[in-house]
């Protein structure tokens, strides 16, 4: 069944609706026919949904209201609290918005129609059996604790879910602009200098469009409940050889400054098994990292 037909006429719920991610998954799913909800904490009224709720998804109360009242055919959770900073401060933002918001939607998810729940994984999240495994961050605890709760609902309640763990990702329209590719990118766009770590860190890099072609993949494979899939294209390219890529695409006057902010303890090097997502779902990576970065200059020059 191809994408279309697949998707036409489906009632999906999109959490993270307004993020990087969210909205291009958002501007795919509609335009193949699907009934798209967006939730978010604040009011909105974007033209790439069919409806937005409002709604905090760490109320276990607000949260099945709100999966009562869509009743969708797919949830794909993206709302996250996103940063790798290690400071105890971090704990319980990253406790709440990304386990706290996982465990009440799957337990909202157990008692609707639905047919699937894609969560949203992390590269930083601990590998493996976890026990062992230490975490990188708060961010990476509460990743690692979604995907177990996630196993245990498929096991235990038998609802149908999966999780992308993604990688790096990249591309057009990302909300943080504070992060590596917009910052270097408009940065050297206004000739300024970027400030950046040694640069050594290697680092899978996914195209933002390979990773939505991931996530319909991900809601239309058979035989996948429970599981946590890779997202990334399958190589590491280190932080300096891309930002020496962005510096040959943009062929700014000024040089990025590296060094100048000391680099963050235990980051966490990984490829993606892109032969594992292959094998279960069909998906593959196709957009190269040059062509990846041409397009994300492109955007950002359109869009200052």
């Known amino acids: 069944m191809n994408q279309t037909a697949f998707f036409n006429g489906r009632t999906v719920l999109v959490t993270g609706a307004s993020g990087f991610i969210g909205e291009h998954l958002c501007v795919r799913l509609k335009s193949l026919g699907a009934l798209v909800h967006g939730v978010s904490r604040h009011a909105r009224d974007e033209e790439y949904v069919s409806r937005w709720w409002q709604a905090d998804l760490d109320d276990e109360a607000a949260t099945r209201k709100l999966v009562r009242a869509v009743k969708p055919d ?41 047919k699937r729940v894609v969560l949203t994984g992390s590269l930083e999240e601990p590998e493996g059996d976890f026990a062992d495994a230490v ?104 932080v300096r050889d891309v930002v020496e890529q962005l510096c040959g695409i943009i062929q700014s006057g000024s040089a990025p400054e590296f060094g100048g902010m000391q680099d963050r303890p235990m980051e966490r090097v990984r490829t993606a098994d892109t032969a594992q997502a292959a094998s279960l779902t069909g998906w593959e990576p196709r957009t190269s990292l040059l062509e990846g970065l041409r397009r994300t200059v492109a955007w950002y020059r359109d869009n200052p």
């Open 74 to 114: 797919l949830v794909f959770h993206l709302a996250s609290f996103v940063s790798g900073k290690r400071e105890r401060e971090y704990v319980l933002p990253a406790l709440r918005s990304n386990l706290l918001t996982t465990v009440n939607l799957l337990l909202a998810a157990t008692e609707s129609r639905c």
């Open 135 to 238: 975490p990188t961050s708060p961010y990476a605890a509460a990743k690692g604790a979604s995907s177990l709760y996630a196993r245990m609902f498929n096991a235990l309640y038998g609802l149908s879910v999966v999780t992308a763990r993604l990688f790096m990702v990249y591309g057009p329209n990302q909300k943080d602009r504070s992060k590596l590719i917009p910052y270097v990118t408009l940065s050297l766009l206004a000739e300024e200098v970027p400030r950046l770590m040694s640069g050594t860190r290697e680092v899978d890099w996914i195209y933002v469009g390979d990773v939505i072609d991931a996530y319909l993949a991900l809601a239309m494979a058979q035989g996948i409940d429970g599981q946590t899939i890779d997202v990334g294209s399958g190589q590491r390219v280190s």
